[in-house]
């Protein structure tokens, strides 16, 4: 799978690599199915959330290369 970035949208990670969803249901984005959420950037979502872009983006690249 290719690096995600602060630019990567969240409905393309989530159907690369469905198993990331942990990690944005633990910082609060409970609605992925939601058009919203899947078409915001992993920097909007971090935003809204109050969420270190670069932490987060350090999991789910760790998630999605297992």
Same mark, same amino acid.
């Given at each position: 799978?290719?690096?995600?970035?602060?630019?990567? /949208? #969240? !409905?393309? #990670?989530?159907? #690369?690599?469905?198993?990331?969803?942990? /990690?944005?249901?633990? #910082? !609060?984005?409970?609605?992925?199915?939601?058009?919203?959420?899947? !078409?915001?950037?992993?920097?909007?979502?971090?935003?809204?959330? !109050?969420?270190?872009?670069?932490?987060?983006?350090?999991?789910?690249?760790?998630?999605?290369?297992?």
């Amino acid at each position: 799978m290719a690096q995600i970035t602060k630019d990567t /949208i #969240i !409905g393309d #990670i989530l159907d #690369i690599a469905p198993e990331t969803a942990p /990690i944005f249901m633990s #910082i !609060g984005m409970h609605c992925l199915g939601c058009p919203a959420s899947r !078409g915001e950037t992993v920097e909007e979502a971090c935003m809204v959330h !109050g969420v270190e872009v670069e932490q987060l983006l350090e999991q789910l690249n760790s998630q999605a290369s297992k």
